[in-house]
T-cell receptor, first 112, second 115 residues
Framework: LAKTTQPISMDSYEGQEVNITCSHNNIATNDYITWYQQFPSQGPRFIIQGYKTKVTNEVASLFIPADRKSSTLSLPRVSLSDTAVYYCLVGDMATGRRALTFGSGTRLQVQP | EAQVTQNPRYLITVTGKKLTVTCSQNMNHEYMSWYRQDPGLGLRQIYYSMNVEVTDKGDVPEGYKVSRKEKRNFPLILESPSPNQTSLYFC??????????????FGDGTRLSIL
């Protein structure tokens, strides 16, 4: 299974761009990279997913280098409501043979 | 409204008393999964199911059972709960297209306390 490593915590201020990097050295060819956000007492919520290069949606961007051994979640102009734990997930459901494993998560604290 | 529903949301019980946490999804998803979340350990997968009657172990299956008799339901069974199973549990579901990874939809969680 591809293990992921993320910083335990990060601090930022409102309006800044935040980049959270996830390391996944043993990522397999069929693995996708998915990021989730979790608020206290709630289930994780999907943010963005990618396989290679760059993916952008209305809330975030995901940068994946050519070797795919890491990925960076970029949150533009964060607000207080972005304070949450962010999880990087690497896995492949297409084969149905491997369980999905969450990393330990990065606790982002946004200050006013 | 598309959702994953877990019941109960909170439960305090005693060691050895069998319990079941139900999970139901209304999105016709093939894939369902159970996770437990403990401080400092993130989310760890207990069991998952690719479809009806197809289940497999995740990272921490010991002490748990699951069944998938219907597509929409995926109950988590603790036959003889112990205090080390005190945790926050999440059920999740997603489509399985067979060609790509699909994001998971999570329930609101079940907080279990085993005394």
């Amino acid at each position: 299974l591809a293990k992921t490593t993320q910083p335990i915590s990060m601090d930022s201020y409102e309006g800044q761009e935040v980049n959270i990097t996830c390391s996944h050295n043993n990522i397999a060819t069929n693995d996708y990279i998915t990021w989730y956000q979790q608020f206290p007492s709630q289930g994780p919520r999907f943010i963005i997913q990618g396989y290679k290069t760059k993916v952008t949606n209305e809330v975030a961007s995901l940068f994946i280098p050519a070797d795919r051994k890491s990925s960076t979640l970029s949150l533009p102009r964060v607000s207080l409501s972005d304070t949450a734990v962010y999880y990087c997930l690497v896995g492949d459901m297409a084969t149905g043979r491997r369980a999905l494993t969450f990393g330990s998560g990065t606790r982002l604290q946004v200050q006013p | 409204e598309a959702q994953v529903t877990q019941n109960p949301r909170y439960l305090i019980t005693v060691t050895g008393k069998k319990l079941t946490v139900t999970c139901s999804q209304n999105m016709n998803h093939e894939y369902m999964s159970w996770y437990r979340q403990d401080p400092g350990l993130g989310l760890r997968q207990i069991y998952y199911s690719m479809n009806v009657e197809v289940t497999d172990k995740g990272d921490v299956p010991e002490g748990y059972k699951v069944s998938r008799k219907e597509k929409r339901n995926f109950p988590l069974i603790l036959e003889s709960p112990s205090p080390n199973q005190t945790s926050l549990y999440f059920c999740a579901s997603s489509p399985w297209t067979g060609v790509s990874n699909q994001p998971q939809h999570f329930g609101d969680g079940t907080r279990l306390s085993i005394l």
